[in-house]
């Protein structure tokens, strides 16, 4: 599948891309700020975020949440992610609405600082502690997503510290921290804007250029540090969490090739082979046959600078005790490391991906987010019609190589969750780290 692209950069820096698609009379709006919580300072975690809810909270022009009014009455919907290395607001607008939803992104980038009050930021502040207790702190398994970057990634490493922040760094962030992390980063020129759908490519470069073109491009922002490690941890770090969890659950994480890699996407189908649904090595093995297990999936984290993560997570069943967990995973990835993969599985795992990878693209969203990725992190838009035959060129020998490289036991990093009554009898303490952070 190939869609059609074009694509040009606004005197500001702003980088725009464009795929036309009349299928449907819809048209999707993307913006993507290359800002995650990578580019946050120690002790002022949560910011990148923290900015995922306050662009919501209005400019000189429009109110408070007036933003998401505008979008649902016109029939559209919206919403904004943030991620290690991004953040991101999109919409889905009727095609009569493109105006609306490009000058909305427009004057939130351009005219938000005047608006922004120490009561917008005091409330925003306040709604996301609250969505970190309820997601994070009072979630079962909640607190996994901030723990295993901790456990995969040295102190020093822009991927460490969590995404969504501490409640100390949260509660220290000053008005004057707010304007100096937006004045720094939700710039035109650290920021691509796609479009995909039901447009005029003419009409909508000029209404680009009309909304977006006077806004000034920034001072630019500061270098993160180092980011390349080793390829493997050297070590098997290890944390045992005491939680309030029904039933153990295990993650394991290896450290892997940068998204975009070639080494990327042997990784990527591999983890397909080990955890992409029901047909998957670790569900045939742990779920169907020997029981041991209620759920698996494996995935990568999918980051594009320095190093990434594939990882493992098994849920096991209430009979099976973390231990037995933790073995039986174990023996699964010795016997992947020791005999490799097999032709079927692998053009099983590339069939599942590619299909998803292309159900995904008729979505006028999923098209225009990906054009948003490929153009932050490469300045490439065009690679989104090179994946599938990417994934395609992958073989045996490449995943086999990869597993060799990257699934020994001197890179795995496990993180189990134990409830609270099986804590002391199986596994240890609350928070027993065994094994020092990889360097």
Known sequence: ???????????????????????????????????GSANEKPGRTGFAHLFEHMLFQGSENVGANEHFELIQRAGGTLNGSTWL???????????????????????????????????????????????????????????????????????????????????EDLSEASLTDIEQFFATYYTPDNAVLSIAG???????????????????????????????????????????VEDDVSLPRMYLAF??????????????VCGAVLGMRRGSRLYRSLVRERQVAADVSAFTFDLSKGSDLLIVDVTARPETTPDQLEAEVGREIDALFSDGVTSREIQ????????????????????????????????QPELVNEQAAKYGSVTVDRVNEFIRSRLGRENRAVLLYIPKANADADAGTNGNLIGAAAP
């Open 85 to 167: 290395e991004r953040t991101n607001y999109f919409e889905t607008v009727p095609s009569n609405q493109l105006a609306l939803a490009l000058w909305l992104e427009a004057d939130r980038m351009g005219a938000l600082l005047p608006a922004m009050t120490q009561k917008k930021l005091d409330t925003q502040r306040d709604v996301v502690m609250n969505e970190r207790r309820w997601s994070v702190d009072n979630q079962p398994y909640g607190t996994w997503w901030e723990k295993l970057p901790t456990l995969a990634f040295p102190e020093s490493h822009p991927f460490h510290h969590s995404l969504i922040g501490s409640m």
């Open 198 to 240: 039901d447009f005029e490519p003419v009409d909508a470069r000029e209404l680009v250029i009309r909304y977006f073109g006077s806004i000034p491009r920034g001072k630019g922002k500061p270098a993160l540090p180092p980011m390349d490690l080793p390829p493997t941890f050297g070590n098997s770090p290890r944390l045992v």
């Open 348 to 379: 099983r795992a590339i069939a599942l991906i590619q299909t998803d990878m292309i159900t995904a693209m008729q979505s006028a969203s999923e098209r225009a987010d990906r054009l948003s990725m490929f153009a932050t992190y490469f300045e």
């Open 255 to 268: 450290r892997s090739a940068a998204f975009g890699s070639d080494e990327y996407y042997a990784a990527s």
């Open 1 to 35: 599948m190939r869609i059609p692209i074009e694509k040009f950069r606004l005197d500001n820096g702003l980088l725009v891309t464009l795929s036309e698609d009349r299928t449907a009379p819809i048209v999707a709006v993307n913006l993507w700020y290359h800002v």
